[in-house]
């Protein structure tokens, strides 16, 4: 097993650096310039959007989830594992530097994941549910290319309900053994699996608006509850901040390395630990963001990058706080959950570690919902067929077995190969089709100016082809936008 392991890490190291880390950065930066610093200009716009009022169709109910119900969503899959045994793992392969370059990349990043969840809002596709869409959509409808969206559900069906989950699994296993005073046994491990499955079959049979209502119960209350600890241990070791803050960044470029990482192991571990905590550019949060009913595609775009600055400038910073400011011993540090463990467990006893057990639990039971739901909006994409989505469903609650007693090594390994394949997939798919998210921003920008609430309808931008839900509700009744305020729609038909 250690064998196949290593060969998985070698292969997936190699691909990350001469490929996807060049694309990624450099795509980012390249949206970043064109979008005029649209991860920036816009936070407030992000703030507001949040809390917009979901459509309604034409007999008065919600079309689909709200904005805030797609956000935690994805932010249920964003944030788990990624930003607390994640950000331990970053930190003791490449010392508290890797802090900084997870920093960086969600700030880059945010540049590509508005890009991509606006597109995702542009292409989605009506069920019976509400909405769906993602990279796989429109990359049929905007790039007239259905063979590259099969590839890219097959990835990501593989990658985020099979081994991410499989990860979050695993998380909450090692974390009951921490808690307990050693490693798993092996038959704990298997009950902790069959809990686990049997929670999430309760769920996700139940579709997309109990996966809603469950997330937006969950991840905001395990997510507040994290910062609070995080913050009292900060509080106890404030004297300590100054010194962590100089050497995440002095480390950051190579300087007084810890454990002799170089530069590139300390930039790499940042830049793929930070994407698989924050999914920016990686094709997963388009998936959750479709699913909204907003009034404007930017609107869902500006909304999931506000996601990616909650996932890593507040859980994962506290979670590398909490770490530093424990004064640990990085050399041979243990990778994954017990480098964060140890350091809550040294600052507030041995009761934290229940406590921490009870927030990763939740919170890698949410990832582990979000996950599903990302895989069955591609099942869907691929087939209609009632049987292959209840095999999925099958499949998906099967494989939470297998993570509660995998390899943690090659759950990881394996994790960031598929990563890395999916997210070059989207990326190459973004870039060509950015300029219509290009085209929507400035839309959205000129409505705001002219002091509207925008409101967006094909007819706006009639030479866009492949859109489906983005009529005038004059032409079809019941698909978005379904305007109740005389002012949008006098604006919408051009009246002043």
């Given amino acids: 097993m250690d064998a196949?392991?290593?060969?998985?890490?070698?292969?997936?190291?190699?691909?990350?650096?001469?490929?996807?880390?060049?694309?990624?950065?450099?795509?980012?930066?390249?949206?970043?310039?064109?979008?005029?610093?649209?991860?920036?200009?816009?936070?407030?716009?992000?703030?507001?959007?949040?809390?917009?009022?979901?459509?309604?169709?034409?007999?008065?109910?919600?079309?689909?989830?709200?904005?805030?119900?797609?956000?935690?969503?994805s932010a249920a899959s964003r944030v788990g594992v990624g930003n607390i045994a994640?950000?331990?793992?970053?930190?003791?392969?490449?010392?508290?530097?890797?802090?900084?370059?997870?920093?960086?990349?969600?700030?880059?990043?945010?540049a590509?994941?508005?890009?991509?969840?606006?597109?995702?809002?542009?292409?989605?596709?009506?069920?019976?549910?509400?909405?769906?869409?993602?990279?796989?959509?429109?990359?049929?409808?905007?790039?007239?290319?259905?063979?590259?969206?099969?590839?890219?559900?097959?990835i990501l069906i593989l990658c985020f309900p099979l081994a991410f989950s499989s990860l979050q699994a695993n998380t909450i296993a090692a974390t009951v053994g921490s808690s307990l005073g050693g490693e798993v046994p092996g038959w704990l491990g298997w009950a902790i699996g069959i809990v686990l499955a049997a929670l999430t079959g309760l769920v996700v049979f139940g579709g997309v608006r109990r996966i809603a209502s469950v997330t937006q119960a969950v991840v905001p209350l395990m997510a507040l509850l994290y910062l609070l600890v995080g913050l009292v241990i900060v509080a106890m070791n404030i004297e300590k901040l100054p010194e962590v803050f100089a050497s995440i960044f002095t480390q950051a470029f190579g300087y007084n390395e810890v454990i002799g990482a170089t530069i590139g192991t300390i930039i790499m571990t940042g830049v793929k630990r930070g994407m698989f905590s924050n999914e920016a550019g990686l094709g997963s949060a388009p998936n959750a963001g479709a699913s909204a009913a907003v009034t404007h595609p930017v609107k869902q775009g500006l909304v999931q990058t506000l996601g990616v600055y909650f996932d890593t400038f507040l859980i994962c910073s506290i979670t590398a706080f909490i770490i530093l400011v424990s004064t640990p011993d990085l050399a041979g540090a243990s990778r994954g959950i017990g480098l964060t463990q140890d350091a809550i467990v040294s600052n507030l006893g041995s009761w934290s570690n229940v406590l921490l057990s009870v927030i990763i639990f939740l919170l890698a039971f949410s990832s582990i919902l979000g996950n599903y739901y990302y895989g069955e909006s591609n099942i869907e994409f691929i087939t209609t067929k009632r049987s292959v989505l209840t095999g999925y469903r099958i499949v998906a609650v099967a494989v939470i077995l297998f993570g509660s007693v995998a390899s943690a090594d090659l759950v990881w390994n394996t994790a960031?190969?598929?990563m890395g394949l999916m997210a070059m997939v989207?990326?190459?798919?973004?870039?060509?089709?950015?300029?219509?998210?290009?085209?929507?921003?400035?839309?959205?920008?000129?409505?705001?100016?002219?002091?509207?609430?925008?409101?967006?309808?094909?007819?706006?931008?009639?030479?866009?082809?492949?859109?489906?839900?983005w009529v005038d509700e004059q032409s079809v009744t019941g698909t978005i936008p379904v305007l109740r305020d005389e002012t949008h729609r006098d604006h919408l038909h051009g009246r002043r």
Wanted: glycine fraction near 12%.
């Fill in 4 to 73: 196949l392991s290593d060969l998985v890490a070698t292969i997936g190291d190699q691909f990350w650096t001469w490929i996807v880390l060049p694309v990624v950065v450099g795509l980012g930066l390249y949206f970043t310039i064109r979008s005029g610093v649209v991860q920036f200009r816009l936070i407030p716009e992000m703030l507001r959007t949040l809390t917009d009022k979901t459509p309604r169709d034409a007999d008065g109910k919600p079309q689909s989830v709200s904005a805030f119900q797609a956000f935690t969503i």
């Fill in 86 to 110: 994640g950000v331990g793992t970053a930190i003791a392969i490449g010392g508290p530097g890797a802090v900084f370059w997870m920093w960086a990349m969600a700030f880059i990043g945010g």
């Fill in 112 to 154: 590509s994941s508005f890009v991509e969840s606006t597109l995702g809002q542009t292409y989605k596709v009506k069920d019976a549910t509400g909405f769906r869409g993602g990279p796989a959509y429109y990359m049929q409808h905007g790039l007239k290319a259905r063979w590259m969206g099969v590839v890219f559900a097959v």
């Fill in 416 to 418: 960031d190969g598929i």
């Fill in 426 to 469: 989207n990326l190459i798919a973004i870039m060509l089709l950015s300029g219509v998210a290009f085209r929507l921003l400035k839309d959205y920008t000129s409505q705001r100016r002219a002091g509207h609430d925008p409101v967006f309808t094909q007819s706006r931008m009639p030479d866009l082809d492949g859109i489906e839900c």
